[in-house]
């Protein structure tokens, strides 16, 4: 039981909310939610997409109730959950667990806009480590890699004092890469910077691992052949470079960084490369 905390705010200065009626909990029908056109969104292609994505997958330990609040005719004004709810009905569900919370048409909207705009959202490193725990294919598919590099891809954020060379935390990146075929650029870009600069803990953040795997990506090499072209350039030295380059043509940086990286390997570290 070592894994599981209680809930404590002891110490923590206490907060006295608004008053206010308590919401019920129950299973509603589909049938009975309305969408208010005033403040809801309409489903355009891309939400169909999601909620045919979310159906495919659905389980009720992933579906969190929805909230609706009361309107006339016994319905029930959707407030946060459209495209759960149409998921379920995609699935022929009849009902879902609902949130009924007592507040007027105005609450209402102002509810939408807090939930969607203001919510804390769960950080990417907090979702691999769940994945990982849940033996998601993807999850362990970018751990493999980076282990193979002799790296580790961090479960949790840590301060920059306590950051070691070889922990990435990208993790985006490395799932953006592998789940495009690019496990080999990832293990083997991971592995030069590693061997090019054991000690260094500021070439395995994502301003440099970006534009670094994605232009290995781009162009496969072996870890030799890596190596030596992080000892033609200093890494740093190529994205200050493709900093000034980007302020004077007027392009982003990322694409500059990226493309001076790609054709110093193209080039295979050779001095006139930049």
């Known amino acids: 039981m070592t894994d599981f905390r209680t809930i404590d705010v ?12 308590a919401p019920q ?37 992933r579906f969190g109730p929805v909230l609706v609040a009361p309107v006339e005719g016994g319905q029930y004004a959707l407030i946060d959950g459209q495209h759960r709810a149409h998921a379920a009905a995609l ?10 919370a007592m507040v007027a048409p105005e609450e209402q909207a102002l509810a939408f806009i807090e939930i969607n705009t203001r919510q804390i959202r769960v950080h990417r490193l907090a979702v691999y480590r769940a994945a990982l725990l849940a033996g998601e294919d993807w999850a362990i598919r970018c751990r493999d890699a980076v282990e193979a590099a002799g790296c580790q891809l961090m479960t949790s954020n840590r301060s920059t004092k306590d950051k070691k060379p070889g922990q990435v935390f990208a993790v985006s990146l490395i799932r953006r890469l592998v789940d495009g075929g690019g496990a080999a650029a990832v293990i083997n870009g991971l592995a030069a910077l590693l061997e090019y600069d054991p000690e260094a803990v500021a070439n395995f953040s994502d301003v440099l691992l970006t534009p670094w795997l994605t232009a290995v990506a781009q162009v496969p090499r072996d870890v030799p052949d890596l190596v030596r072209v992080l000892h033609s350039r200093r890494p740093w030295l190529v994205i200050e470079a493709a900093n000034r380059l980007a302020k004077a043509d007027g392009i982003p940086a990322a694409t500059a ?18």
């Open 257 to 274: 960084r990226r493309n001076m990286f790609t054709m110093l390997i193209r080039k295979g570290g050779l001095p006139d490369a930049v």
């Open 10 to 21: 002891g110490g923590r200065e206490r907060v006295t909310p608004a008053s206010q009626p």
């Open 91 to 100: 699935c022929g569900f009849e009902a879902v667990p609902a949130m009924i």
């Open 25 to 61: 909990l129950q299973w509603v029908k589909i049938a009975d939610l309305v969408i208010d056109g005033r403040y809801q969104r309409p489903l355009g292609e891309a939400n169909w997409i999601a909620i045919r994505r979310i159906a495919q997958a659905f389980r009720w330990s």
